[in-house]
C-alpha cells in the first residue's frame, strides 16, 4: 500500500515537471479585502452638527480675536483635555477644525440620517446639497488661511464658514414650527 502510494506521488511530481510545455502555475487569487464599515448614521443630525461642525466652526471663529500662534499662558486646570491640549493645539487646531468642516459635508449627506425631529434629512433637495457644498467649500477655504497662519484671512474665512451655515440654518434650523425643522 505504501509503495503504491509512493509510486503515484513520484509519478504526478515528473508528470508535472518533465514536460517543458506546461503552463506555470497560476498565483492563488488574492483573498478578498476585508469589509469596511459601512457608511451610516450614528447620530441625527442635530447631535452630528453639535459634535463636529459647531465646535469647529468655533475654534475657526476664535481666531478673530485670538492668535492661535501665540504661546498660552499656564492652565490653572490639569483636567484629562487640559493635558492634551498642546497637541494638536495652535494653527494645527485651526486646521483640524477646517478639515472637519469638509468632512461634515460628507457626513451630512450620507443617506439614512435623520432630524431631531424624527424626519429624515431632505438629501434631494437643492437647498440641503448646495449647504453641503457650500460647507466643504467654506473648510477648504479654512485650511488655505489656516495654512497661511494669516489672521486677517482668518477674519475673511470666517464670514464664509458662517455664511455657509446659513444656507441651511435659514431653511432648515431657523424656521419657527418645530415639525417643519431640520435640525
Not at 450620507?110 to 432630524?115: D, H
Not at 457650500?134 to 458662517?162: E, F, H
Request: charged residues 20%; aromatic residues 4%.
Amino acid at each position: 500500500m505504501r509503495i503504491g502510494a509512493l509510486v503515484v506521488a513520484v509519478a504526478l511530481t515528473m508528470a508535472g515537471c518533465s514536460s517543458p510545455s506546461s503552463k506555470p502555475a497560476e498565483a492563488p487569487a488574492a483573498p478578498a479585502a476585508a469589509a469596511g464599515p459601512t457608511a451610516q448614521p450614528y447620530g441625527n443630525l442635530a447631535q452630528m452638527m453639535q459634535a463636529i461642525p459647531f465646535p469647529a466652526s468655533n475654534i475657526i471663529f476664535d481666531t478673530q480675536t485670538n492668535d492661535p500662534g501665540k504661546a498660552k499662558e499656564a492652565a490653572g486646570s490639569a483636567g484629562a483635555t487640559s493635558a492634551y491640549a498642546g497637541v494638536y493645539g495652535g494653527w494645527t487646531a485651526v486646521e483640524n477644525a477646517a478639515i472637519a468642516l469638509q468632512e461634515t459635508a460628507n457626513l451630512v449627506m450620507i443617506p439614512g440620517r435623520k432630524c431631531r425631529n424624527g424626519r429624515a434629512v431632505p438629501l434631494d433637495q437643492e437647498t440641503f446639497k448646495k449647504g453641503a457644498k457650500a460647507l466643504a467649500d467654506a473648510g477648504a477655504a479654512a485650511l488655505k488661511a489656516a495654512q497661511s497662519k494669516n489672521l486677517d484671512a482668518m477674519v475673511d474665512v470666517s464670514g464664509t464658514v458662517s455664511d455657509a451655515c446659513t444656507v441651511c440654518h435659514e431653511k432648515y434650523r431657523d424656521v419657527p414650527d418645530e415639525k417643519d425643522r431640520c435640525m
